[in-house]
Structure formats: structure tokens, C-alpha cells
């Protein structure tokens, strides 16, 4: 098989085309979620929701967040271990979610899980019996009688009706159901999955060529990352980075395609920057979400959102939706480069465009 050979900036064009940034927009917000294959449901609202973000830098202020909403609330896209992904793609977990209920392995990663809901079989079916009366409901609704605690030296020991909820949606037995303002719902799993079920090895295969095809250019392997990987393992075609070291694979329907550009505000957690290793190898940019940083420290701001500029990450967007004053707020632009006029004026028109979004006024300092 041939190995592609492509410049940095083919590399970069093939990525931003592949999410969606380019400048032929897409016509709607289940074209963005078909094609993306997710949407992180991220709550963090310093400026808007990750996923809303996600989907207005890509439909721009025509988009309306209550479209998200209601394709949770009727089950047409469904969350699944805090991934938004459309339902029918659900199939393609559920042969997975039937082998962590599956037979006892020693050497299995899972078994300390299994273990545990096992010695807590009571409760799981008084779980099931609520939400099959009752569902769907939030978790607070939901009983906790685990007679053995859930042990762990971080933030979730005793936190037992949650990692029993996580187990039983890691199992496929309940799956969420919309939320209720910020509390997630919660209802038995055969009322929101489709009954199909994808072979586990198919399923894999059919991901990596859909993770593939949504990020453009990825590696064939990549540290572990939870619920979403960012490799893609022998999808695609093999090819090499000038400059960067191998192990990439690109979708081979992107070779070739023009390219136009446009300024674009991403969201911290958007698929183009999440991979940090990959954004600096083929965007040579640096970034770190500073929300956990005490204010001192921070260089960008609590949610600062990279700049992309045609195949270029720019800069760094530091603003915060003030709902109570209805202002955004701009705190600073932070240039990696110079920009030029034809720079200033689309980013200015896209943080325009994103205070027309939000339905707030525009705060910019002197």
C-alpha cells in the first residue's frame, strides 16, 4: 500500500476540513453530529455548553441550542458516557456493553467492577425496578442501599449510587434520558438503544474508519483516553508528516481536496484541539485549559478559546458570557502570531457573531 507523503500544511488543511472548519459550512446541526460522530457533553458554561460551542463554530449563530435539546429529549441523538452520538450509532457499543456483564476473567481490568455490583445485586435490581415504574428519573431519585461501599482514594469513594449507575450503563442495562436543567435522567436502556447490535470486532473496525473520517489524520496509536480514543489503528491509509515522526493514517476521500479557509472560535474540548500531542505536532500550537489553575497562574484566561485561522491555530480568545450583566465579555485576544487586517477583521466578526448567539451585548475593553 502507498505511503502517503504530505507537507505539514496538507496535514493541517486535511484535519480542519475533516471537522467541519473549513469555509463550506455544513446545513445542519445532525450533519455536524452524523459526521463529528460526537459531541462531549461537558457542561462548563463560562461562555456556552461544550457541545453548543462545538456546533456554533461550525453553523455559526444560526444554530439554536434548543435544536440539542429536543434531539436528546425524543432519543434521535443519545448520551453515552458523557459522549452525545446519534442513536443508531449506539449499536456499535452495545456487543461491548454485553461483554462487561459477560463471564468472570481474573486478568480482566474490569472484574474489581463486576465484583463490586455483584456484592450489591439488591440495589442494582431495586435501580431497575424504580426506573421501570418510575423512569425516567435523576439520579437523586434513585435509591441507595449498596451494602458494600464503593472504595477508592479519590473523589468518588462512597460515592455509590453514582458508580453504580456508571457500572449499569457501562453494562447496558440503563442509559440516559435527557436531562432536568443540569441533573442528568436516567431510564432503562431498552427504551432509548435500538435493538441492533454490531459484532464487537466489526464495531471497533467500523469506529476507527468513523473517528477517521471525522478527525481527517490521526495516529495508528495513541496513549488511552477514556470513553472516545484518538487513534484509529489500521483505518484508512498509512502516511507521513514532514517533519513530525510517523505512525499517522489519513482518510484517503480528504487527499487532494481544496481548501478555503475561515476564522473559527473553538471550544477547549473541540475534537480539533482535544488530542494536545497531535494539535502540536501538526499545529506547532500550544494551549492548556487553565480552568483549574488558580487565577494567578493562568496565562489565557479560565476558558480561553484557541483562534483558528485558515490551517492555522492563531491564538487564544479569552471572554466570558456575563448572563447577569448580559454583556460578553472580552478580556483579551492573544495573538501566537501577528495578525494581519484581513485576520483582525474575521476574528472580530466571529466574536460578533458569537455575542449575537449568546444574546448578549459586546464588551470589548479599550
Known amino acids: 500500500m502507498t505511503v502517503h507523503r504530505l507537507s505539514a500544511r496538507d496535514a493541517r488543511r486535511i484535519a480542519v476540513r475533516a471537522q467541519l472548519l473549513d469555509r463550506a459550512r455544513p446545513e445542519s446541526m445532525h450533519d455536524v453530529v452524523r459526521h463529528l460522530t460526537l459531541l462531549q457533553a461537558d457542561l462548563t458554561s463560562a461562555v456556552a455548553p461544550n457541545a453548543d460551542l462545538v456546533l456554533w463554530s461550525r453553523l455559526g449563530s444560526a444554530y439554536d441550542p434548543g435544536e440539542l435539546v429536543d434531539a436528546l429529549d425524543h432519543h434521535r441523538l443519545v448520551e453515552l458516557l458523557g459522549m452525545i452520538r446519534p442513536r443508531e450509532d449506539i449499536a456499535l457499543y452495545r456487543a461491548e456493553m454485553a461483554e462487561w456483564a459477560g463471564p468472570d476473567d481474573p486478568a480482566d481490568w474490569r472484574q474489581r467492577r463486576k465484583e463490586w455490583v455483584r456484592a450489591n445485586e439488591a440495589c442494582r435490581r431495586e ?71 454490531t459484532p464487537a470486532e466489526d464495531a471497533r473496525r467500523i469506529r476507527n474508519e468513523r473517528r477517521l473520517r471525522a478527525l481527517g489524520i490521526a495516529r495508528a496509536r495513541a496513549a488511552v483516553t477514556p470513553n472516545e480514543p484518538n487513534d484509529v489503528g489500521e483505518a484508512g491509509e498509512p502516511a507521513v508528516v514532514d517533519g513530525v515522526r510517523g505512525g499517522w493514517r489519513v482518510d484517503p476521500a480528504q487527499l487532494g481536496q481544496p481548501f478555503a479557509g475561515r476564522a473559527a472560535l ?11 500531542k497531535r494539535m502540536v505536532e501538526l499545529f506547532a500550537f500550544g494551549y492548556t485549559l487553565e480552568m483549574y489553575k488558580p487565577a494567578a497562574n493562568r496565562r489565557w484566561g479560565y476558558f480561553a478559546l484557541p483562534i483558528l485561522y485558515g490551517d492555522r491555530l492563531v491564538g487564544k480568545l479569552d471572554a466570558t458570557a456575563d448572563r447577569k450583566n448580559h454583556v460578553l465579555r472580552v478580556d483579551a485576544i492573544h495573538r501566537d502570531v501577528p495578525f494581519t487586517t484581513a485576520m483582525t477583521r474575521a476574528v472580530d466578526a466571529e466574536i460578533r457573531d458569537l455575542a449575537r448567539w449568546l444574546g448578549l451585548a459586546l464588551d470589548v475593553p479599550d
Not at 159 to 174: D, F, H, K, T, Y
Not at 266 to 276: A, E
Open 266 to 276: 473553538l471550544s477547549p474540548l473541540d475534537r480539533l484541539v482535544f488530542d494536545r
Open 127 to 197: 435501580i431497575l425496578a424504580r426506573l421501570d415504574v418510575d423512569g425516567p428519573l435523576p439520579q437523586s431519585a434513585l435509591p441507595d442501599t449498596c451494602a458494600v461501599p464503593w472504595g477508592s482514594s479519590g473523589w468518588n469513594n462512597d460515592r455509590n449510587r453514582a458508580m453504580m449507575l456508571l457500572s449499569m450503563a457501562l453494562r447496558g442495562e440503563i442509559a440516559a434520558a435527557g436531562r432536568d436543567g443540569r441533573e442528568q435522567l436516567w431510564d432503562l436502556a431498552t427504551r432509548i438503544y435500538p435493538d441492533d447490535v
